[in-house]
């Protein structure tokens, strides 16, 4: 399922703290910087969290822009680490009157005070790059998943035959501290963290508008009876 990749990892570093100070600057102007690029894979993301039987989990929220897009009659909880996008989110729910919003917190998305088992989808949209450790956080989503529910990720991933590969490359090395997200992002840590995991299950994954710049992955959490070895239904790199 991994590819084979040049990514190196002598990059800079990012901590939580790196995070938390990026996204306090970005917190004033995200939302006129990004809405427009991230909006196809926000709508891809909500529309299929939105087919769970149950609570849905926005880990990542930031200032809310997917928020009115999920069904009215969903459930959804947010979490992100960035108080400032945080309180960006919960006036957007106010203003917009988003009833199926059923709460916000602070939280880090490695380690969230949620029960084994809470959610029927949990979602991730543009925060894999974020976090300082993705494979923890991954393993995070895995545990707050119920059996046969699913997690949802769009996110950067890096090709070979990407225009950007080299500009990712160079701002991975040297400015993504102060970004506050890693450019370059290659699809083998999320493939081999699921070809590690015999609970978990690739069912699709596509690129999405514009450009194909975002990849969504849906992974299915496998109940506990069912037979692990059966093959993925997977979708590979069809434009949305």
Same mark, same amino acid.
């Given at each position: ?10 990059? @800079?570093?990012?901590?939580? =703290? $790196?995070? +938390? #100070? ?30 769970? &039987?149950?609570? *849905?989990? /926005? ?34 729910? +106010? ?8 709460? !916000? ?10 029960? $084994?088992? %809470?959610?029927? =989808?949990? =979602? ?14 991954? /393993?995070?989503? #895995? ?7 699913? *997690? ?8 070979? &035959? $990407?225009?950007?590969?080299?500009? &990712? ?34 069912? @699709? ?11 969504? %992955?849906?992974?299915?959490? !496998?109940?506990?009876?069912? $037979?692990?070895?059966?093959?993925? @239904? +997977? ?6």
């Amino acid at each position: 399922m991994s590819e084979a990749t040049d990514y190196s990892r002598e990059t @800079e570093s990012l901590d939580n =703290c $790196d995070v +938390e #100070a990026a996204y306090a600057r970005w917190a004033p102007i995200y939302d006129l910087t990004f809405t427009a690029v991230f909006k196809p894979g926000r709508r891809a993301l909500t529309a299929a969290a939105s087919k769970a &039987d149950g609570p *849905i989990l /926005d880990v990542g929220v930031g200032t809310g822009l997917e928020l009115p897009m999920f069904e009215p009659n969903t459930q959804v909880y947010g979490v992100d680490l960035s108080e400032p996008m945080l309180r960006r989110a919960a006036q957007r729910v +106010e203003r917009e009157n988003l009833r199926h919003v059923a709460g !916000l917190y602070k939280m880090d998305a490695t380690r969230m005070a949620f029960a $084994d088992a %809470s959610f029927a =989808c949990v =979602c991730a949209p543009f925060v894999l790059t974020v976090v300082p450790e993705p494979e923890a956080m991954l /393993d995070e989503l #895995a545990r707050v998943v119920r059996p046969g529910g699913e *997690i949802v990720l769009v996110n950067h991933v890096s090709r070979k &035959d $990407d225009p950007l590969a080299v500009l &990712d490359t160079w701002l991975d090395r040297h400015v993504a501290p102060r970004l506050g997200w890693r450019p370059q992002f290659p699809w083998s840590i999320i493939g081999d963290w699921i070809d590690q995991r015999a609970d978990m299950q690739l069912v @699709e994954r596509r690129l999405l508008a514009p450009f194909g710049l975002f990849t969504m %992955s849906r992974i299915k959490r !496998l109940p506990v009876m069912q $037979d692990v070895e059966a093959p993925a @239904e +997977e979708t590979t790199l069809e434009y949305a």
